[in-house]
Structures are given as C-alpha cells and as structure tokens.
C-alpha cells in the first residue's frame, strides 16, 4: 500500500534496547524535516492500550490461551492501523512503531507456536496488503535481554515465560527478518554506543534511498 508518509517498525525481544534506539530513530527522521508520530503496540490508542493492559497482566488461576492471547493481538493492531496509523501516513506523517505484526509472527508464532496458517489468517483479516515500509529487528540473546529487563522492574506474565519461548521466538524472528528484504538486523551483544551507531547508520541508508 503506497502512502506519502513511510511506516517504521522496530522490533527486538525484551532488553533488546528498542526504547533507546527509538529516539534515535525518531531525531533522524524530523533531522530529515518529517514529522514522526509514534506507536506502541499492543497499544496506542484507548482501547489498545486497554487491551495491552489485559494481555500483560496475570490472571491467576484463569489459564490465558494462546488463541485468546492472538486475538487481542490483532484486535488491538486493527484500532491502531485504523485509527492512527493508515490516517498519518496519509497525512505524509511518519509513524515509528514500537513492535508491529512480525511480534505477533515471532512470540505467537515462534514462541506459542501457533500454526502459521492461523497468524496469516489473521493477518490478512486485520491488516490486508498493509506492511511496514522498514524493519530493524535488534537482536539479542534472551538470556541477556531478559536480565537487563530485569533490571529496569517487574516482569510481566509475557516476560515470566521459560527460556525455550524467548529462544523459540528470537529463532523466528531470526527466519523472519531474513525473509524480509525491507529489514535490518541489529547485534545488539555489543556496547550501547555501538548499537546507537549502527541503527543511526540503517536509518540514514533508508532515507537515502
Ligand atoms: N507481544 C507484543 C506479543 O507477544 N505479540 C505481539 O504481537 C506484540 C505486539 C510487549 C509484550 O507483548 C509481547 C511482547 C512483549 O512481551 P513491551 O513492554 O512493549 O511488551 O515490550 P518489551 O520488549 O517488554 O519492552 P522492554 O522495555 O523490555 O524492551 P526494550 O524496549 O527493547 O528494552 P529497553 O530499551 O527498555 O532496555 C531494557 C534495559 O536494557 C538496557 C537499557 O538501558 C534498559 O535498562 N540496555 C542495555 N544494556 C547493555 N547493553 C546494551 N546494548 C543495552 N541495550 C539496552
């Protein structure tokens, strides 16, 4: 889908560093005279972040299934691309998504292991021919970003899986990103600095381009 305005997505397990490197990438951009409106997801609008809050959350005794889990999902993608997303790219905005659908295709796919067919169902569904215009995956090894998630607070009922789900998900997220011609991948077992330097250097190639 063509729009004025490009879609930016940056995607990592947790740790991997993404809050950071959003304000790099978000300087970048308006440095280039854009304007960058930004997302998180799940999440983003009031109902998303409604549905965020329900999806993070334990409920005790009350198992969360993993369908249920994948549904509000991409509930929560459909507010967001609908009301916020599609609208500011149409404007010529550009967005700058924290997370976007290779999560749902990484962590419910990988890490859940939810049939492929079930996702792009789905995905087809919510998004239709909508995808991200470019991708920075940062990568990270799970046992590493977990203790660093660790020590900025409380790990929420996502967070507190087993080690297998996270390598599962980064595994996934590693096929994904090379499938992906818009995508970067990002080492993140490097120094802060190093990171910061590396994503500067693929956004600036971007908007090169
Ligand atoms: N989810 C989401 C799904 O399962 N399916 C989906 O479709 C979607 C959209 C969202 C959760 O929902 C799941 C995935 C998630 O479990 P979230 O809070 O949005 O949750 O995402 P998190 O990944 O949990 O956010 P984090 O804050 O943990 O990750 P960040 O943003 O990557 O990490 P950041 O930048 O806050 O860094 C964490 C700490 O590490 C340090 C930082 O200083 C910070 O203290 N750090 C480094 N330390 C040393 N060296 C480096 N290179 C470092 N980089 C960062």
Redesign the pocket.
Known sequence: MQTPGKFIVIE??????????VTILSDTIQSAGHTVVNT???GGTAMAEAIRDV??HDWKDEKVTVEA?LLL?YAA?AQLVQNVILPNLQQGNWVLG????M??QA??GG?RQIEQSMIESLRNITLKNFRADFTLY?DVEPKEGLK??K??GEL?R??LEDLGFFERTRERYLLLAQQDPNCVVID?M???QG?HDDVASAIKQFLEC
Request: net charge neutral; glycine share 12%; proline share 2%.
């Open positions: 990592g397990l947790e740790g991997a560093g993404k809050s950071s490197a998180r997801e799940p999806v993070k889990e999902m993608r924290d997370r976007h659908d999560s749902s962590y419910q890490g940062l660093r998630a020590g900025r929420d996502i967070e993140t490097q120094s802060m990171v």
